[in-house]
C-alpha cells in the first residue's frame, strides 16, 4: 500500500512538471511589452519564477527533493498563478500588432 502512494505522488510531481515547462515555454512566447500592457509584472520576473519553477520540479519529479516538501508544491503554485491569471490575460497579446490586429491579416487600416 505504501508503495502504491509513493508512485501517486511521484506521478503527481511529473504532472506539475509537465504543467511547469508549459508555462515556462508559454511565457517565453509572449511579447515583454504585452506584461506591462496588462499589468501583470514584466516578462524577466515570470521567466526568472519560472525558470526556479522548473529546476525546483525537475528536482522533484527526479527524486532529489522530498516529494511532499514545500519547494515543488511551491513551485507548481507558480506555475499554477502563471497559467491562472497571467497567461489569459496576455493572451490577446500574442498575435503581431495586439489585441487590435484580429481585423485582417495585415492589421487594422
Do not use: C, H
Not at 514545500?70 to 500574442?94: E, H, N, S
Amino acid at each position: 500500500m505504501v508503495d502504491g502512494l509513493v508512485y501517486f505522488f511521484w506521478f503527481l510531481a511529473i504532472v506539475a512538471f509537465v504543467f511547469e515547462v508549459w508555462a515556462l515555454i508559454d511565457a517565453l512566447t509572449v511579447p515583454a511589452g504585452a506584461y506591462a500592457a496588462t499589468d501583470k509584472q514584466s516578462k524577466k520576473l515570470w521567466s526568472i519564477l519560472l525558470v526556479v519553477a522548473n529546476v525546483v520540479g525537475l528536482g522533484g519529479a527526479v527524486g532529489f527533493l522530498p516529494l511532499l516538501s514545500i519547494l515543488p508544491i511551491a513551485a507548481f503554485i507558480i506555475a499554477a498563478i502563471y497559467l491562472a491569471d497571467v497567461r489569459p490575460a496576455v493572451k490577446p497579446y500574442r498575435k503581431r500588432g495586439g489585441p487590435s490586429s484580429s481585423s485582417g491579416p495585415y492589421g487594422g487600416w
